[in-house]
């Protein structure tokens, strides 16, 4: 008994402050938004930033046994910034939300430290049952804006989940997620400063698609002709989707011009 007893006083020591956590909160937003100019923008007009300062409050008080009055702070906050955060949610150090607006984050959600989340962006249940029900960030991920991650999955470390995607299956570390539903289209990625917010440099893994099957008709059109050629009294079949101009030129599939007669 005693043994536990000291373990959790020393679990206690170790674990910051409130003050300490959101001095790097605060901190956090000048190093990954270039639109913040000084400090006294980010503690004043940085919604975000004043729902996880609210949220924070609540989160201590829950974790002591409270149940209302931390909900109530959470709607409180809810209606001053947008941003909805139930204070059973576990949050780590340096977590910044870019915008704010619309972010929903479940009661069951763990979000690990450095973690950049924008607008939109749902971390939310799949079920109705008690227990875990919403997802687990790790470190260092990145959450595009209107993403939505659902169900008790785990998102590694420094994982991107692309802007409006839907991720309801575990994403590996360092890999980039895309579409509905989300699937992994590429690697880790090695990053300069430690924060990858290049989300322009997403691949686009339909138009990836498309390409590979436009190429693959190709192959087999030419596949096609070459067999074709070699057949006794018959010649090569010569395409002209090889110099298509966006009309298409086939005879199959070529349409003659509806005439006044013939509309009426």
Known sequence: MAGAAASSAACAARRPSWWALLREDVRCVLARDPAARSLLEVWTIYP????????????????RGWRYLPRWLSFAARWLTQVDIHP???????????HGAGVVIGETAEVGDDVTLYHGVTLGGTTWNTGK???????????GAGAKILGPIQIGDGARVAANSVVIAPV??????????????????????????????IPDPVGKAIACLLDRVALLERQL????????????????CGH??????????????LSLSAME
């Open 48 to 63: 975000g930033v004043q729902a996880v300062a609210l949220y924070r409050i609540a989160h201590a008080l829950w974790r």
């Open 225 to 240: 002709a070459q067999t074709q050629g070699q057949v006794p009294g018959r010649a090569p079949t010569d395409s002209a």
């Open 172 to 201: 590996p570390a360092g890999a980039t997620v895309v579409g509905i539903p989300g699937r992994v289209v590429s690697p880790r990625r090695r990053t300069t400063h430690g924060f990858d917010l290049d989300h322009h440099l």
């Open 88 to 98: 059973g949610a576990r949050i780590g150090a340096r977590f910044f939300i870019d």
């Open 133 to 143: 029900r919403h997802p687990t960030l790790g470190n260092q991920v990145v959450v």
């Open 244 to 257: 298509c101009d966006d009309e298409c030129a086939e005879p199959a599939f070529a349409q003659k011009p």
